[in-house]
């Protein structure tokens, strides 16, 4: 049982246009979201969150929207750069409870950013 | 953030030996992670490291083939028991700390063990 997914393998875009990744999850219980990205023989590098208590957090040329009746988020990365291309993860963990902490991740979206 | 650095880098073992991963931290953390990165896959937590205690197992992994050892705030070891080639994979350790841009603590992840089970 999938309870995070990212849907789009992949992802295109022009240098200079905003990128969209997009994530779902299932567990109602999960109440913090992250975005990381994630460079070939390197770890993920942390790149943004929010709460549940949010809609919207920015940072930098870096957007990140929840949508939690939908179970949905999404990450705007505008305007995309060439240094932006790699594989972005979504993960999702409860903020209490036993699972606290534990972050669950998408299958990962590969971003490559044509110059 | 903390810098976390993990030893070896990388390794190419035989099937039926055992490798032991290193994650050391350059400040203490309470929580520790291990995760793993099949090829293609997305990232599987194995396991909660605690201090001084025993490690907390997520369902499909179990002490016996993947114990962990955390002797302190800064330090813990995975080992990979008895391989096969479906343990070839990334693993990575994590941490969580208080990050300074959010009002929660944030993870962040090591560089990564990538093995080879031959």
């Known amino acids: 049982d999938q309870q995070v997914k990212q849907n789009s393998p992949s992802l295109s875009v022009q240098e200079g246009r905003i990128s969209i990744l997009n994530c779902d999850y299932t567990?109602?219980?999960?109440?913090?979201f992250l975005w990381y990205k994630k460079y070939p023989a390197e770890g993920p590098t942390f790149l943004i969150s929010i709460s549940s208590i949010k809609d919207k957090n920015e940072d930098g040329r870096f957007t990140v929207f929840l949508n939690k009746s939908a179970k949905h988020l999404s990450l705007h990365i505008v305007p995309s750069q060439p240094g932006d291309s790699a594989v972005y993860f979504c993960?999702?963990?409860?903020?209490?409870?036993?699972?606290?902490?534990?972050?669950?991740f998408g299958q990962g979206t590969i971003l490559t950013v044509h110059p | 953030s903390a810098v976390i650095s993990q030893k070896p880098s990388r390794d190419i073992c035989q099937r039926g030996t055992s490798l032991t991963i290193q994650c050391q931290v350059d400040s203490q953390v309470t929580m520790m992670f291990w995760y793993r990165q099949q090829p293609g896959q997305s990232l599987t937590l194995i396991a909660t490291a605690n201090q001084g205690s025993e490690a907390t197992y997520e369902s499909g992994f179990v002490i016996d083939k993947f114990p962990i050892s955390r002797p302190n705030l800064t330090f813990s070891t995975l080992t990979v028991s008895n391989m096969s080639p479906e343990d070839s994979s990334i693993y990575l350790c994590s941490v969580e700390q208080v990050g300074g841009r959010s009002s929660y603590n944030e993870q962040f992840f090591g560089p990564g063990t990538r093995l080879t089970v031959l």
């Open positions: 567990n109602s219980m999960f109440d913090y």
């Open positions: 993960a999702a963990t409860p903020r209490s409870g036993t699972s606290y902490g534990k972050l669950t």
